[in-house]
């Protein structure tokens, strides 16, 4: 009889060692780490520096003086209790939030209306709906802040023109921008037009995303139309909504340029926001360190905000994985 000799298995006593056998499962698994170092620090480079440089500036006294001068004045707090001890701020940051949650409410809401109507009308209406809403979205912010003007305008608006055809004889030359109130409801309609195309597209793919055996499904167990929705289109829809919804508050939280361009914070302070507010402070006011306090405030007050809607969508995202 012939003996048979079995080979060892690698790592085991008695079998030799491949040199770098054991380092070539560390550099695999370091290997995703590695490709993505690059995009880190270009984040961290372009996002991270100016956000602590930020941070850094609200703690100094930094006016027009000290910027020409290349001074760096440390103050401390004392920007931030400027700020927080301005009764101002705390009217401007309720207005801000009050403001950001009825824009976000009702973009959400019509791009969920329009969404479904283009799921379930023909072909050439969807069509037209869809260039529409591309139209509205591309057109630029300051230009529709201009048509806008122009529409609620006291004198020449269409709409008090077309208000008063119909009967109602009081708004003739009648002022839309006579409060702030009424000054931040024409802004946020103009927001709300020019968010909800976005939006509505979001969600339009979100749908066409159901299988369609789930709707045969349901109609065959006969099920309403609201039954569907509820059991079938919104726990699909929900994870995709969640989302545009934190966009839409990211965004809409932040807005600047159609409240300034539109009556620049009037009238008397009426319609101004934290980011006019922050504006004002900065470049019109040349206080740089306030308005970097200014600015981190608003994060603060947005983090606030966001804090539970954030829980709870990462615990939608958990829940999917």
Request: aromatic share 10%; with cysteine; net charge positive.
């Amino acid at each position: 009889m012939t003996a048979t000799h079995t080979r060892p298995a690698p790592g085991t006593a008695g079998s030799p060692v491949v040199p770098g056998a054991r380092r070539r499962p560390r550099v695999r698994e370091a290997m995703p780490y590695l490709l993505l170092a690059p995009a880190v620090l270009a984040l961290i480079a372009l996002l991270g520096w100016p956000a602590v440089n930020v941070v850094v500036t609200s703690f100094r006294k930094l006016d027009l003086g000290e910027l020409t001068r290349g001074e760096f004045t440390w103050i401390g707090f004392d920007n931030y209790a400027q700020i927080l001890g301005n009764p101002e701020f705390w009217t401007v940051t309720l207005r801000t939030v009050v403001f950001t949650s009825s824009i976000v409410a009702a973009t959400v809401l019509t791009a969920l209306l329009l969404a479904l109507l283009m799921k379930h009308v023909p072909v050439v209406p969807r069509v037209v709906l869809q260039v529409s809403l591309l139209l509205a979205w591309a057109m630029p912010q300051l230009a529709a802040t201009t048509v806008f003007q122009w529409i609620f305008d006291q004198q020449y608006g269409i709409l008090n023109k077309t208000l008063v055809l119909l009967g109602f004889e009081s708004f003739a030359g009648h002022s839309w921008f006579a409060t702030g109130a009424s000054t931040l409801t024409v802004v946020g309609i103009l927001i709300t037009w020019q968010a909800v195309p976005f939006v509505a597209m979001t969600l339009y793919a979100a749908l066409l995303g159901v299988p369609k055996d789930l709707y045969e499904s349901a109609g065959i167990d006969g099920a309403s139309g609201w039954q569907t929705f509820t059991a079938i289109t919104w726990p699909q829809l929900k994870p995709v909504l969640m989302i545009v919804t934190f966009l839409s508050v990211l965004w809409d939280f932040k807005v600047f340029s159609q409240v300034w361009a539109m009556r620049e914070g009037g009238p008397s302070g009426g319609s101004t926001t934290l980011p006019v507010m922050q504006y004002l402070e900065g470049i019109a006011g040349k206080h740089f360190g306030a308005a970097a306090a200014v600015s981190v405030l608003m994060v603060l007050v947005l983090v606030v905000v966001c804090a539970q809607y954030l829980r709870l969508l990462l615990r939608s995202q958990e829940v999917d994985l």
